[in-house]
Structure formats: structure tokens, C-alpha cells
């Protein structure tokens, strides 16, 4: 936060006011006295002159006759005569008396040559004043006064000191003409006195006044100072707030900034970096194994089922799992290695190593045991295993694209080898894994493209009456409903590639589905169309079995098509049985629901007896590859009269797949197999094939009845 401004400092009201008032107030003192000072000097000057001329007017009036002959005297006339002159008619005595009773000390009396007629200090007569610039003045007409202090003077009366003294020429006029200049000097001490005494009490008056004026400014301005110091610190604390409030602003929004950066690469469950941060990690991680020549291993993770954990115990369960997984991945790891989460459950493993074939397969199997361990999540305690899928720089590419689509078909492999295992890549997996996934996209499109089709294979059973020719004779039992899809592009896929493909992506719960609503719909059909078939058999997907909404959609395709349950028979392979999570449950549920349930490719899952007895089955349906060995492998014979013997001891009916000889068949007749199903009776069929099929061979039934 930045410090508020100090460099320009307060600017101190009083301090400045007290400065500049004080100047001025000095200023005018100094003018005032000056013109107080002036004027009373003036105004003293101007009384003491008329004082003078009103006395010059006496002494002319009283003292003319005697004067009048000293003013008319020569300019050459001596002192010692004039002096003898003004004795002889008395002329001190007068003066003196004249002044006695004034405040005039002197007078002197000049021809307009500017000789000294007349004194009353005597020693001055004769004196020569023609330069005099008041003499000059005076001649002209013009008075003129002058007042000084004198330390001594010769007054009339004798010798006085320190005394302030107006001496005034003044013309001396008869009928206007200037006959002469007179002298006056008069003392006015008491008056400057007087002067400097008031001029005193004016200064005192005047400095009380503004100071008192000066104080009472000060007082105001103190107090403006004051407010204006208070409406600073408001300012101030108005600016610190803001200050404040802009900082923690600031802190807010780089704060959210970091947020949104670590959002943008995290992934917000598990807080592991995303696909962005993995990317951008990997480039680096290129750059630097490019420079020092080392490997480096991309380990890609993918958890076995997991969909259908969180298809079955909610998304609740699912993310505690996958933030477990997470947590279990990284203990593994070392500080180097970085995991990240790309999505659902698939995460990502950078390794740097010093020999990645060897490295990369230790930390693999790490991995793959921590996955595999139990986990409890909520109450529900969950197995889950892993498939990983290893790529490895420089040999398997070179940019992050290359190595991310080599991990991830080697884990591919991996899943398809069985899951919960690791695989390296190797270069033909990427095509095999490209053609798989454009595959798959075609295969999700295939429902709403109209591309599936259901196919029928028929069943016969042998007619329980004895024949009458000895020969024996089978009539159509039932039909299996197989998925046919025809691509554009692809051409006709046979079941054993699309059904693999759906399982594992997930698409199969789709497809089943259809099937099952198709099956029935084909059933109801027939039946209207007075096609008698007794139980239409549906490929159940361990997929579909896993799901806890099995029951719901079998009972929905019934309702749907109006079909008794019992006239639906559900084929699950026996392998998937074995190794399915909850198939028993699902089984039973299925079971109350009225369907049949058969165990299909029975005698390659090398199911238990004890486990068989568990399961709520009908019917036992034998290999294909069993009845291909009749005639040729004594195995598979014995194997087929096991089964058919294991069957009859549980109460379970038989069905044998893929019947094409007489031989075959015969053999099947002969060990008392219930059911028979195969190319030599008829091929799965489009529908309409198989109702001219089936009405052709009850035909035959009918007209031997
Ligand atoms: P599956 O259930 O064992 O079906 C019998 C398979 O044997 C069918 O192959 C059928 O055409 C074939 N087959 C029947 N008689 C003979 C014969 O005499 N000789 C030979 N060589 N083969 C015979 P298809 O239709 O290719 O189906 C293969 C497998 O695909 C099925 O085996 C079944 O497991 C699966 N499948 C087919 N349709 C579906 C379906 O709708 N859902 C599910 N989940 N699986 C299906
Ligand atoms: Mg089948
Ligand atoms: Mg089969």
C-alpha cells in the first residue's frame, strides 16, 4: 500500500498568518508613525509660524519707526554703527519687553541685501545672510520656517540649553512691496513635548489596538486551522480506508485469479492436474529427456468397471473412489513422477527414469496391487483392479500426442488381455485401437441408423411318440434371438467382434435392451399371426446382468410386447456366471419374475456342481466346440454324456448348439439331449424366413398327424 503523500507537509495557517499579519501590521505601524509624525511635525511648523507672523506684526506695529531706518540702511553700512543705531534709540529694551511675555527668544532684521540690521544677540548684527535659503524665500515673498534643536542658544534673556526652537523668515512688506526680512525665533519645547507625547500615546493606542486585533485574528485563525486540521485527517482517514479497501480489493482478485488458475488445472475432485496441466507438464518433460538423452515412461491408467460401481451404488460412492484411487496412486509415486486425472477414471502417470523397461513395469505392478486392494466407501466395501497401458520416450514417439495415443492403446491391450494387468505398446496396437474406436462410433450410431436387425435360429426337440418307421422325428421347439449388424462400411459385423466392442464401451446395455423389446415384440407377433412358438431365447450380457435394472428392463419389454414371462428364456454364458459380482442376486430376481434362465457355452466355464445347484436354471445348453468333437475326440463325447447325465440328476433340461451331421445328431438323440439347435436344421433367419421356416416344418407335423 502506498504511504500517503508528506513532501509537501501542512501548510501551517497560524504559523503563516502570525508571519505575514505581523509583516503588515509592522508595515503600517512604520506608515502610520511616519504620517502621524509627518502631519503633527507639519501641523506644529504651521502654528508656529502664524504665531510667528502674528508676533511679526506686533514688533512691525510697536517697532517700525525704529526699524524702519535699519531696513533702509546700505548694504555696506559697519557693524559697530548699526549696533550703535539700534542703542541709541533702545531698540534691546524694547525688543526684550515685546518679548518677555512670549514664547519668542529672538529676532533679527535684514536689509534685502541679507545684512544683519538688527539682532537681539548683538554679536549677530553685521552678519551677512544674503545666501541664506530662508532669507531668499523670504525676500521673494515666500515665508519659511525651520525647527531644530539647539544644545545652546543665546536667547534675548541669556544662555539657554536644549531647546527646540521654530526660527520663521518672514517678509517684512509696505503696501505689498518687500522692504525687508524678519527673523523670529520662537521656542517650542513645550509644544514638541506636546507632539512627542501624543505621538507616544497614538503609537502605544495604536499597537494595543492591533495587537488586541492581532490576537483576536490569531484566535480565529487557530481555530480555522483547527477545522481545517480535522477535515485533513477526515481526508486522511477517508484515503487510508480507501487505500485499504483497494488493497484488500487487489488481494481478492489475485486471490480468485490463483483460484481460477489452479481450476483451470486441477481436476476438482481429486485435486490432481488435469489433462491441460499433464500436457503442458509431459511437453516440458520432452523437452528436457530430448536435451539430457534420458527416457522417459507414460503410464496410462484405466480402473476395470468402474462404470458399473457407479452405475450401481451412485456417483456419491463413485468420486469417494476415485479420490481413494488417487490418494493409493500417489503414495506410490515418488516426488518426480507426476499423476494426473484426464476424466471419468482415467488417469496418467509421467516417470522419469533412468531405464524405463525396467522402471516402468515395477511401478505398473505398484500400482495395479494398490488399486487392487479393498476398499470401504460409505458402507459398501468395493474390489476394483486396474488395466495400465505403458509408452515409453523416445522409442514408442516423440510428442505427447504420440506417447498419450501409444499408452492408451497398450492399455486397451491390457484390458482386453483380462484386465488387471499392465502392457507395453507395441506399434500395432495403434492401428488395431483405431480401427476399434471408429468401430465403436459406428456401433453407437447403429441403433438409430436402423443398421441392427435380430436374426432367429430355430431349436427341435424329438416328438415324445414313438415313430412308426423307426425313424425318429423332431419338431421346432423354440428360437434364439441373435443381433445382426449391417454397416455400410463395415459390411455385415458377425456377432463376435460388435458384442465384445459393445460390452466394453458400454453400449451394450443399449443394445440389449432392444433386443430384448425386439424379441418380445417378434413373439407377440407370431402369436397373432397363429405362429405357435413355445419360448423365444435372449443373449443376456454380463454387462446387462451386472446392472442393478435388469429385472426392470425384462419386465418392461414383457409388458411391452403383452408376453407371459415364461415364454422368455434369458441365455447368460456360464463363464459370466462364474466371474459376474452380483449375478446370483440378479439371477433369483430374474427367476421370481418367471423367465427361464440357461446356461449358455456351458462346459467351458468348468463351473462347480456345488455352484450350479445355487444357480435358479432351466436348462443347460452344451458348446458348439463339444458337439463339433462327436465322431472325432472320445473327450468331447464323454464330456456331452456328463453333462447331459449332470443335467438329468438336477432336473435341468439340455440343449446342444451347433448340430450339422446326422452323426451329430444322431449321437445327441441316442445320449437323450432334450433339445437340438444347428446349421442342419436351419440357419438364424431374418423373421419372415423363419415363419415360412417354422410353418413349413409344423406343416410337415401336421399332415403326418
Ligand atoms: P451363442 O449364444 O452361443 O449363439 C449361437 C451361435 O452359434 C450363433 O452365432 C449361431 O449362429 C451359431 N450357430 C448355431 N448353429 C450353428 C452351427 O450348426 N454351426 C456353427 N458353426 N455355428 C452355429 P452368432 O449369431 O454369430 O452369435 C455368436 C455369439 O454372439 C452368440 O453365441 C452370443 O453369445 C452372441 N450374441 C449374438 N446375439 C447376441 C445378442 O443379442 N446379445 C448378446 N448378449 N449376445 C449375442
Ligand atoms: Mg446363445
Ligand atoms: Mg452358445
Not at 503410464?299 to 481413494?324: M, P, Q, T, W, Y
Request: aromatic fraction near 6%; proline fraction near 3%.
Amino acid at each position: 500500500m502506498p504511504a500517503p503523500t508528506q513532501s509537501r507537509g501542512h501548510f501551517r495557517l497560524t504559523r503563516y498568518f502570525s508571519g505575514v499579519s505581523l509583516g503588515l501590521m509592522a508595515l503600517v505601524g512604520v506608515a502610520l508613525t511616519y504620517f502621524a509624525q509627518t502631519l503633527t511635525l507639519h501641523e506644529l511648523k504651521f502654528m508656529a509660524e502664524r504665531r510667528n507672523e502674528a508676533m511679526t506684526a506686533v514688533f512691525l506695529n510697536v517697532l517700525w519707526p525704529d526699524f524702519a531706518p535699519l531696513v533702509a540702511s546700505s548694504s555696506s553700512a559697519d557693524a559697530a554703527a548699526l549696533r550703535r543705531q539700534a542703542e541709541q534709540v533702545g531698540l534691546h529694551a524694547k525688543t526684550a519687553a515685546l518679548m518677555r511675555n512670549s514664547e519668542i527668544i529672538k529676532v533679527k532684521l535684514y536689509n534685502l541685501q541679507g545684512l544683519t540690521v538688527y539682532s537681539s544677540d548683538p554679536k549677530q548684527i553685521g552678519e551677512d545672510k544674503r545666501t541664506n535659503p530662508g532669507f531668499v524665500s523670504a525676500s521673494q515673498g515666500l515665508p519659511q520656517s525651520e525647527l531644530t534643536h539647539r544644545n545652546s542658544f543665546d536667547a534675548f534673556e541669556g544662555q539657554r540649553t536644549e531647546l527646540d526652537v521654530i526660527s520663521s523668515y518672514l517678509p517684512v512688506r509696505d503696501k505689498g512691496k518687500v522692504l525687508g526680512v524678519i527673523e523670529l525665533y520662537q521656542d517650542v519645547t513645550g509644544f514638541v513635548l506636546r507632539r512627542e507625547q501624543l505621538l507616544m500615546r497614538m503609537g502605544t493606542t495604536s499597537l494595543a489596538a492591533m495587537l488586541a486585533l492581532y490576537g483576536l485574528q490569531l484566535l480565529l485563525v487557530q481555530r480555522a486551522q483547527r477545522i481545517l486540521q480535522a477535515q485533513e485527517a477526515d481526508l486522511q482517514a477517508a484515503n487510508r480506508d480507501l487505500d485499504q479497501r483497494v488493497h484488500s480489493r487487489t488481494e481478492e482478485l489475485s486471490l480468485a485469479k490463483a483460484r481460477l488458475e489452479h481450476l483451470a488445472h486441477h481436476d476438482p475432485l481429486t485435486g490432481l492436474p488435469n489433462r491441460l496441466l499433464f500436457k503442458d507438464h509431459l511437453r516440458r518433460k520432452l523437452s528436457q529427456a530430448q536435451r539430457s538423452q534420458t527416457q522417459l515412461a507414460l503410464l496410462f491408467i484405466d480402473l476395470d468397471r468402474f462404470k458399473e460401481v457407479n452405475d450401481s451404488l451412485g456417483h456419491l460412492v463413485g468420486d469417494a473412489l476415485l479420490v481413494c484411487v488417487a490418494d493409493r496412486l500417489l503414495a506410490v509415486l515418488r516426488g518426480g513422477d507426476l499423476l494426473a486425472r484426464l476424466g471419468g477414471d482415467e488417469f496418467v502417470c509421467v516417470l522419469s527414469c533412468e531405464d524405463a523397461n525396467l522402471d516402468a513395469p515395477q511401478v505398473a505392478q505398484k500400482l495395479l496391487d494398490t488399486v487392487v486392494q479393498a476398499m470401504q466407501l460409505q458402507g459398501h466395501e468395493i474390489q476394483l483392479s486396474a488395466s495400465v497401458g505403458i509408452s515409453i520416450f523416445p522409442g514408442d514417439g516423440l510428442s505427447v500426442d504420440e506417447l498419450a495415443g501409444a499408452a492408451d492403446a497398450a492399455m486397451y491391450e491390457a484390458k482386453r488381455a483380462g484386465r488387471n494387468r499392465f502392457h507395453f505398446y507395441r506399434p500395432e496396437m495403434t492401428q488395431s485401437a483405431q480401427a476399434r474406436a471408429h468401430m465403436e462410433r459406428l456401433l453407437r450410431r447403429s441403433l438409430a441408423a436402423g443398421e441392427m436387425q435380430l436374426y432367429f435360429q430355430m431349436k427341435l426337440e424329438p416328438e415324445s411318440s414313438a415313430p412308426d418307421d423307426g425313424r425318429r422325428r423332431l419338431r421346432p421347439s423354440g428360437a434364439e434371438a441373435l443381433a445382426r449388424w449391417h454397416n455400410a462400411e463395415l459390411g455385415q459385423v458377425p456377432p463376435g467382434r460388435f458384442i465384445a466392442l459393445a460390452e466394453e464401451s458400454g453400449f451394450i446395455n443399449e443394445l440389449g435392451a432392444w433386443v430384448l423389446r425386439q424379441a418380445c415384440l417378434q413373439m407377440s407377433a407370431w402369436a397373432k399371426q397363429g405362429l405357435r412358438v413355445p419360448h423365444i431365447s435372449v443373449n443376456l450380457s454380463v454387462r446387462q446382468l451386472e446392472r442393478s435394472d435388469i429385472v426392470e428392463v425384462v419386465r418392461q419389454a414383457l409388458l411391452e410386447a403383452d408376453l407371459p414371462a415364461a415364454a422368455l428364456e434369458l441365455e447368460i454364458t456360464e463363464s459370466v456366471i462364474m466371474n459376474a459380482d452380483n449375478a446370483l442376486p440378479a439371477l433369483a430376481a430374474l427367476h421370481q419374475l418367471g423367465v427361464r434362465l440357461s446356461v449358455d457355452d456351458f462346459g467351458t466355464g468348468y463351473s462347480s456342481l456345488a455352484y450350479l445347484k445355487l444357480l435358479p436354471i432351466q436348462t443347460l445348453k452344451i458348446d458348439r466346440s463339444f458337439v463339433t468333437g462327436i465322431g472325432e475326440q472320445l473327450s468331447d463325447e464323454s464330456i456331452i454324456q456328463a453333462v447331459i447325465g449332470l443335467a438329468r440328476s438336477l432336473g435341468l433340461s439340455t440343449v446342444a448348439e451347433g448340430v450339422e451331421t446326422e452323426a451329430q445328431l444322431d449321437f445327441l438323440l441316442a445320449q437323450g439331449c432334450d433339445q437340438v439347435q444347428g446349421f442342419l436344421f436351419s440357419r438364424p433367419l431374418p423373421a419372415e424366413a423363419f415363419t415360412a421356416e417354422w410353418m413349413k416344418l409344423q406343416d410337415t407335423e401336421a399332415s403326418k398327424a
